[in-house]
C-alpha cells in the first residue's frame, strides 16, 4: 500500500447497511482529511451510530466499502480495530472495576507493554483530570466522569481515528462545554482525527470542521457549519407585540419569504435582514402597530436541518434501534 | 493467552470484590446440604454403600451443584455485559472471539472451583471423612472440568438471548433437570429404568460421579469412564460455546 502524507484519514464509498427490509445506511459516501474533526449530525435513528458501528467494525455492512488509513475494515478488522479509538454512546466500563482497572484492562486487550501501558495510562489520567480518583470504583462516578474517563480510556492505544458516538448525551450544560474543550484540545495538541455523531445543533456547530447531515440513512448535505447556514439563504426576525396576529396577517414585500404569528410574536423569514431591517419596521410602524421588543436571528444548524430535510429535528420520531433502546434498561 | 489472562483477571477481581455473591451463591448448596444430609441421614440407605453414609453420599453431589451453578451463571454473565455496554469494549478490541470466550470460560471455572472448594471444606466440619491427597486431587479435577464445562454452556446460552428475561426460565426448565437428573442427590440405579439414559447423556452426572471417587473412593461410574465423558462433553461445550459466540452481535 502507497502511504502518501495526503492520504484520507477516513474513506467512506457507498456504505449500506439494511436489516431486512429497513434500509438503516443508505449509500453514504464521505471522505475526512487527516487531523480533522467530522461530524454526523441527524435525528435519533437517523443511522449515525449504524454508520460508527460499520466503520468500528462492529456490524458488518450489506454494501459499499470504507478504509480507514488506507485498510480495508472488511479485510483487515484488527487493522482498523488498531488504528482506532471510540467512546460509544451507551456506556461500556466496568463498575466494578476502578478507574486504573479499566484502563488497565483496555491496554491489556490492545497488548501495549506493561512499562509502557502503565506511565500511558498515568499520563491519559492526568489529561482528563482523573487522576486522583484513579483508585475509585466507576460506580462512584459522575455522568461527565464517566465520559472522560470514556475518552481516555479510547485514547491509550494512540489511535489516529477517534469515534465519539453522541460524547455529551445526558450531560449538563457545563459539562458539556467542559468536554468539547478537551475534545478541542485533543484534536489540536495530538492531531487525531475525530468523527462525532451528534443531535446536538450546537455541538456540530462549535465543534466541527465539517459536517454531515445524515437523515434516514442518507447524507443530505455536508460541508463546514458556516457553509451549512449560509446555504439556508434566510435570516429570522422575531418581534413582540400586542399585534401580532394582525402583523403577520398583513406584512407582504418581495423579500419577505413567510410570516408567523406564535404566542404575541410575529416570526418573519426573509433575505438578508441586516439589509431590510429599517424598511420592515417603516411597514410595520407605518401599519401603527406598537412593537415591544425585536430581534434577528441569523440561521443556525437546526434552520440548516429544517432546509435540507423538510422537517425540524426535535419532532423526529425515535428510530427503530432507539425504541428498543429505550425499552432496555439504562443506568445514569 | 495474555488476552485470555485479561479477561480472568477481571473475572477474579469481580469475584473477589462481591463478598454478597460468594456468601449468597453458598447458601443454597449449603442449605441443601444441611437439610437434605442431617434431614434424611438417618432414613436413607444408600443401597450398595461401602459404609459412607448420606451426609457424605451427599457432599459430592453439593459440591458438583455449587460449580454448576456457578459457572452457569458466570457465563451468562456476558449478558449484564451486553446489557451494560462493556461487551462492545472488549468486542472493539483487536482480539479475537474465540480469546475473549475463553478468557471469560476461565474466569467462570476459576470462581466456581473457588465456590465448590469451599462447600467441599464445610463439608469436612458436618463429617465427610478427610479423603487422601489423590482423592483431593482427582475431586479438584472433575471440579474444573465442570466449571469449564458448564461455564462454556452458560456463554453459549448467554449468546442467544436477548436479555436477562430468559435467565429464570434458563434456571428451572435446564439447569435444575441437569442438577436433579446427575445422581447428585440419590444413586442413578434407584431411578426409574427410563430415566437413566437421560442421567447418562448428563455430563454433569460423570463430574459427580468423579467427585465422588476423589472424596469417597467408591463411584457408580469408572472414575476413567467419568474422566473420558466429561472430558469430552468438555470439548463440545466449549466449540458450541465458541461457535456461538463468534455468531452473538452486540
Known sequence: MVESKNMAAVLVDGLTKRFGDFTAVDAISFEIKEGEIFGLLGPNG?????????????????????????????????????????????????????????????????????????????????????????????????????RRLEIARGLLHEPSVLFLDEPTLGLDPQTRNHLWEYIRNLNRRKGITIILTTHYMDEADRLCNRVAIIDRGRIVAMDTPANLKNRV????????????????????????????????????RLQSAEDHLLELLRIIGGEGYTIR????????????????????MRQEEAGAVDRMRMMMPRRN | MDIIYTLWLRSMKRYLRSKSRIVGSLGMPFFFLLALGFGLNEVVQIPGSTGENYLQFLVPGIIAMAVLFTSVFSGIM??????????????????????????????????????GALILVLSLFIGLGIPTVQGFLIAFLFMTLIGICFAAFGIAIASKMEDMHGFQLIMNFVIFPIFGLSGALFPIASLPEWVIPLTLVNPLT??????????????????????????ASTVVMIVVGAFLFRKASV
Request: with cysteine; proline share 4%.
Open chain 1, 233 to 268: 439563504g434566510e435570516d429570522v426576525v422575531s418581534i413582540t407585540s400586542p399585534d401580532a396576529d394582525r402583523i403577520a396577517g398583513g406584512i407582504t414585500a418581495p423579500w419577505i419569504l413567510g410570516a408567523e404569528q406564535y404566542d404575541g410574536q410575529v416570526i418573519i
Open chain 2, 78 to 115: 456476558i449478558i449484564w455485559d451486553k446489557q451494560f455496554g462493556f461487551l462492545k469494549e472488549t468486542l472493539v478490541a483487536p482480539v479475537s472471539r474465540l480469546e475473549i470466550m475463553l478468557g471469560q470460560t476461565a474466569g467462570g471455572a476459576t470462581t466456581a472451583v473457588i465456590q
Open chain 1, 46 to 146: 437517523a443511522g449515525k451510530t449504524t454508520a460508527i458501528s460499520m466503520l468500528s467494525t462492529l456490524l458488518e455492512p450489506t454494501s459499499g466499502r470504507a478504509l480507514l488509513n488506507g485498510i480495508d475494515i472488511q479485510n483487515d478488522q484488527d487493522g482498523v480495530r488498531k488504528a482506532i479509538g471510540i467512546v460509544f454512546q451507551d456506556q461500556s466500563l466496568d463498575e466494578e472495576l476502578t478507574a486504573w482497572e479499566n484502563m488497565d484492562f483496555h491496554g491489556r486487550l490492545y497488548r501495549i507493554p506493561k512499562v509502557i501501558r502503565e506511565a500511558r495510562i498515568g499520563e491519559m489520567l492526568r489529561l482528563v483530570e482523573l487522576e486522583d480518583r484513579q483508585d475509585s470504583l466507576v460506580k462512584t462516578f459522575s455522568g461527565g466522569m464517566r
Open chain 1, 293 to 312: 421588543s425585536i430581534s434577528i436571528r441569523k440561521p443556525t444548524l437546526e434552520d440548516a436541518f429544517l432546509h435540507y430535510t423538510g422537517r425540524e
Open chain 2, 206 to 231: 460423570y463430574g459427580v460421579e468423579g467427585i465422588r471417587y476423589g472424596l469417597l473412593g467408591t463411584s457408580a461410574i469408572p472414575p476413567l469412564v467419568c474422566l473420558a465423558a466429561l472430558g
